[in-house]
């Protein structure tokens, strides 16, 4: 294959493999609590807290997803060069 067109699907693989880690992680690890002195601000602390958390695992669940599809691309990448491959060998 030409250089052009080669896909480090090892890379690839590492890659994702990152990613849905990283993702795995912001979900499991909880956010601190909000410090904050013990007067009504810190029920806007808390809400502030539960909405990072929210957007926290937002970011996650995408991080997770876009691992799991690079991962589906690089199958999806071999099988269609396996079959090229094949179809040139039938060429000869």
Same mark, same amino acid.
């Given at each position: ?6 896909? @480090?699907?090892?890379? +690839?693989? &590492?890659? !994702? $493999?990152?990613? #849905? ?9 909880p956010l601190p609590p909000v410090p904050g ?5 810190? @029920?806007?602390?808390? +809400?502030? &807290?539960? !909405? $990072?958390?929210? #957007?926290l695992a937002a970011i996650a669940d995408d991080l997770i997803i876009m691992g ?17 491959? !094949? ?6």
């Open positions: 294959m030409t250089p052009d067109f080669e896909v @480090d699907t090892e890379g +690839v693989r &590492a890659w !994702a $493999a990152a990613l #849905t880690t990283a993702g795995g992680q912001l979900r499991s690890d002195p013990h007067w009504s601000a810190t @029920d806007a602390g808390a +809400v502030a &807290a539960e !909405a $990072a958390r929210r #957007t799991r599809s690079a991962e589906g691309v690089v199958r999806d990448y071999e099988a269609a060069d396996d079959r090229v491959a !094949a179809r040139l060998r039938g060429v000869r």
